[in-house]
């Protein structure tokens, strides 16, 4: 089993930015790679960014060039979140991938007022 805690969500006016933290206990060794997914009311949850153990990333296109997703080492990953826009209100969680389950975070909400 894995546990993720996400932080660092918080309410910024556009152009702002914040820096979202999620920290992983348990069994991190079977983790290989780590994600960021956004849910916006009366939407569906959707990806935000992944990075894999080796540091290979992917990005949504509406976040490219704004957000850095990185992993200071098995159990602490980031999303640094600049440029904000209104639009990138939501609630954020953590993802982790292990060999066979797929763990979640219970959310951090970002809101990003105009």
């Known amino acids: 089993q894995v546990q993720l805690v996400e932080s660092g969500g918080g309410l910024v006016q556009a152009e702002g930015s914040l820096r979202l933290s999620c920290a992983a206990s348990g069994n991190i060794f079977s983790i290989n790679t780590m994600g960021w997914y956004r849910q916006a009311p009366g939407k569906q949850r959707e990806l935000v960014a992944t990075?894999?153990?080796?540091?290979?990333t992917t990005y949504a296109d509406s976040v490219k060039g704004r957000f850095t997703i990185s992993r200071a080492n098995a159990r602490n990953m980031y999303l640094q979140m600049n440029s904000l826009k209104p639009e990138d209100t939501a609630v954020y969680y953590c993802?982790?991938?292990?060999?066979?389950?797929?763990?979640w975070g219970q959310g951090t909400q970002v809101t990003v007022s105009s």
């Open positions: 990075i894999t153990s080796g540091s290979i």
């Open positions: 993802n982790a991938l292990g060999r066979s389950s797929s763990y």
